[in-house]
């Protein structure tokens, strides 16, 4: 399992193989009654575009690491699992994605609130639609939903950054893991 993650990591085109397949999967589930030719060029666009954005993000990573994409691919393993290179010159490169990781999770922090508001916001006016419409189940559903996703969100974010925080602060002190 741990070298099909790490092909995923790594590949741009494993990860769109593995779109399409889903994509494809999950239309053949949902629209059964359309033609299997559409379907595919449904998955092939949406993989396409996917794959291009996927792209665009690794391209950022790798030019605000300053290496390759296989590397970043292990240095942002690293980050995950807590991980500190003993090569200088490694640790330098982790602090870079680290850091740039951890300006974008600022500045869109500070939009954070507005969106959860927002969320929260059609959630209680779904919920108030429901009620008003007799339909309070799915509405409450909904809401519940809704608020668990904002909780999953708020604690990702405080995970990642905390991990970050975790990797800069060791990568940044060449002298204490080598």
Do not use: N
């Not at 790798?62 to 500190?84: N, P, Q, S, Y």
């Amino acid at each position: 399992m741990s070298a099909v993650k790490r092909r995923l990591d790594r590949s741009l085109r494993a990860q769109a193989g593995v779109i399409f397949l889903l994509g494809v999967g999950v239309a053949a589930l949902f629209r059964r009654d359309g033609h299997p030719v559409i379907r595919i060029v449904h998955g092939a666009f949406c993989t396409g575009v996917t794959a291009a954005v996927l792209a665009g993000r690794r391209r950022r990573a790798v030019r605000a690491a300053g290496t390759d994409a296989g590397t970043v691919a292990d240095l942002h393993r690293g980050i995950r699992r807590g991980e500190v290179p003993r090569d200088p010159e490694e640790r330098a490169a982790m602090r870079r994605p680290a850091d740039d990781r951890l300006d974008r999770l600022r500045r869109t922090g500070r939009w954070l609130p507005y969106r959860l508001a927002l969320m929260g916001l059609v959630a209680a006016g779904l919920l108030v639609l429901g009620v008003v419409d007799g339909s309070v189940v799915p509405s409450a559903a909904f809401s519940v939903g809704t608020l668990g996703f904002c909780w999953w969100v708020l604690w990702m974010r405080r995970r990642s950054m905390r991990r970050l925080r975790t990797a800069r602060s060791a990568a940044g002190s060449p002298g204490e893991h080598g």
